[in-house]
């Protein structure tokens, strides 16, 4: 069974950190571009971060940059979103996806139809 799942959410202050967890299951992760996404309260799905099969490219949106960290765990087959001085701003539901052919250029351009296998993602919550 195809399937990636999310983990890592939690409750944090504002300028706290948390570590979410991108696991597959039933294929490589490796041969596809894996991205974040987050949906907010009342907000529109926004794509976050997307790593490059390879990890040739990383892009972030420029609301996260210098504070959102995406990598890749070859071995545990994940990706993980590290994220630092999280923000109110911050709080959403997050997911993760994959695609073999897509890459995010914004956080609203990323061309949905080409992400798929999307988890069931986990909730961040930053308040003081």
């Known amino acids: 069974q195809v399937q990636l799942v999310e983990s890592g959410g939690g409750s944090v202050q504002p300028g706290g950190s948390l570590r979410l967890s991108c696991e597959a299951s039933?294929?490589?992760?490796?041969?596809?571009?894996i991205g974040w996404f987050r949906q907010g309260p009342g907000k529109e799905r926004e794509g976050v971060a997307c790593?490059?099969?390879?990890?040739?490219?990383?892009y972030y949106i420029d609301s996260v940059k210098d504070r959102f960290t995406i990598s890749r765990d070859r071995a545990k087959n994940a990706v993980y979103l590290q994220m630092n001085d999280l923000k109110p701003e911050d709080k959403a539901v997050y997911y993760c996806?994959?695609?073999?052919?897509?890459?995010?250029?914004?956080?609203?351009?990323?061309?949905?139809?080409?992400?798929?296998?999307w988890g069931q993602g986990t909730q961040v919550t930053v308040s003081s």
């Open positions: 039933g294929f490589t992760l490796d041969f596809y571009t």
């Open positions: 790593i490059s099969s390879g990890d040739r490219n990383i």
């Open positions: 996806a994959k695609t073999p052919t897509g890459w995010m250029y914004s956080g609203t351009n990323y061309g949905s139809n080409f992400w798929g296998s």
